[in-house]
């Protein structure tokens, strides 16, 4: 027991032989003595529960000053107030330090609370690239300030793992990032940065890639027409050229099935869509690409089978869905050397909507799974040349499955064969969900969805 307590019973024991030495040495009953000794006793501790009340309501006033147990509180007390002056002392200096940090940011940082997402703070960056004034629109909903459609799909998505480019509100030449990430209970941090310089590069690499295989293109028709009629010649040069000229077509060919898938990225990455967004009797599509995949197949003779439920239906665009899906059937067509068996299927789950192709190829090692969207990315070249192949088919179902907010999912074993499952958000099934024709999502050339 502490010093404090000791001194506590101690008054209690001397209040109560004072009670009955005033018995002895006065008229006055046992029971009176003790009640003055308690009232006492009482007084003394409603005395310093008024004072530590009135210190506690008046912050400034001194520790007030007591004896025992009493005295004890009062110090643990103090000491518990400096600590906490203290702690608020170095939060409000961190606090501080953290202001003018987020203030020197190039970034602009806006912090948002509540479900309306209202302004709370905002650095200075802010004001410049989302024009936002403080403290005008403090306490004011960033929807009201912020108006681009995008801009309130991504902020009420959820999707913190991915930002949106966009124009600046304030000045439409300024190419912005954002980025909004929740960080504590019902508050959201909304990053903005500037990268109109990389944008810019962007569309110098997109235009040059769309430009010189547009001017290839007329060359490589020329150069394909004349071979083809060399070949098809009966002269005696046709035929001691024969050879040459089977190789200089088949390149040719090659370089054209290049431009072509070249250009066809050029348009998906331009958001330019191959067609109009619709539902798309899916099962009807891929009958006909499993047909031409058994052409295709021909005298390997895969087994190729096809398990599609022919009441569902996405919308989106049919052409590119077209190409997405031909792209990963033919794809397990050629790289399934022997005969082997082929899946197809399109089906529903809780998880949503997907198509699958299966193949018993010759698999895909591990180290390759990450790279094989990248453009001309192939485990094999030669073997991918000889197949007729371009290296150019995975970039293009991935762009295209991003359009349609659906992910490419690929499983390899070598030696056993591969999954490749495109995998669709079940809203995928119903209109209002999907890019518009006001170009709300990704249609529009000017608002993209960044992973
Ligand atoms: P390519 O025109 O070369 O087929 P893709 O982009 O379609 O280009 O595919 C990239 C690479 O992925 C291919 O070169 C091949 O190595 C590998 N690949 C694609 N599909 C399969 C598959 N079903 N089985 C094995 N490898 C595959």
């Given amino acids: 027991m502490s010093s404090p307590w000791f001194q506590e019973i101690w008054r209690i024991v001397g209040l109560l032989v004072a009670a009955l030495l005033g018995t002895l040495l006065t008229n006055f009953s046992l029971s009176f003595c003790l009640l003055l000794a308690v009232s006492a006793y009482l007084i003394r501790h409603l005395r310093n529960l008024n004072n530590l009340q009135e210190w506690l309501s008046q912050k400034k006033t001194p520790v007030p000053d007591a004896v025992g147990i009493w005295g004890e509180v009062f110090y643990q007390l103090y000491r518990l107030q400096l600590r906490n002056r203290k702690r608020k002392r170095k939060l409000a200096t961190m606090l501080k330090h953290f202001q003018r940090s987020t203030a020197a940011m190039p970034d602009a940082a806006v912090v948002l609370y509540g479900g309306g997402r209202e302004i709370e703070w905002i650095n200075k960056a802010a004001t410049q690239l989302l024009g936002l004034k403080t403290p005008q629109d403090l306490g004011q909903a960033i929807t009201n300030l912020i108006r681009a459609p995008i ?4 902020l009420y998505s959820g999707d913190e793992k991915n930002s949106i480019k966009m124009p600046s509100p304030s000045d439409s030449n300024i190419m912005l990032r954002l980025h909004i990430v929740p960080y504590s209970d019902n508050r959201h941090l909304l990053l903005a940065r500037d990268v ?14 769309a430009n010189v295989s547009h ?4 060359p490589l028709t020329v150069i394909a027409g004349f071979t083809e ?8 040069f046709s035929k001691q050229w024969e050879r040459p000229l089977q190789l200089m077509a088949q390149q040719t060919t090659r370089m054209q099935r290049i431009v072509d898938d070249l250009l066809l990225l050029s348009r998906l990455e331009s958001d330019i869509p191959m067609g109009k967004l619709q539902q798309v009797h899916v099962a009807e599509i891929l009958e006909s690409i499993a047909e031409e995949a058994r052409i295709v197949s021909g005298d ?7 398990d599609a439920d022919p009441d569902l239906m996405i919308y989106g665009i049919p052409e590119e869905l077209r190409s997405v899906f031909s792209n990963l059937v033919f794809n397990a067509v050629r790289y399934t050397i022997t005969q082997g068996k082929i899946q197809i299927r399109w089906y529903a789950d809780v998880d949503g909507i997907h198509f699958s192709v299966l193949d018993t190829g010759e698999g895909i090692a591990p180290e390759h799974l990450p790279r094989l969207t990248e453009r001309f990315y192939r485990v094999d070249v030669a073997r991918s040349r000889s197949q007729g192949g371009t290296g150019l088919g995975l970039a293009i179902v991935k762009h295209v499955l991003n359009r349609h907010h659906a992910n490419l999912h690929i499983e390899s074993t070598v030696g056993e064969g591969s999954l490749f499952r495109c995998d669709f958000p079940l809203s995928s099934a119903q209109q209002l969900l999907l890019p518009d024709d006001e170009g709300m999502m990704l249609n529009d050339e000017e608002y993209e969805l960044v992973s």
């Fill in 151 to 154: 801009f309130q799909q991504y």
């Fill in 196 to 209: 109109t310089n990389l944008h810019r590069l962007e569309q110098i690499r997109r235009d040059f890639v």
């Fill in 300 to 306: 390997i003779a895969h087994e190729i089978t096809l």
């Fill in 229 to 236: 009629t060399m070949l098809d010649a009966e002269d005696e």
């Fill in 215 to 218: 001017e290839l293109r007329t």
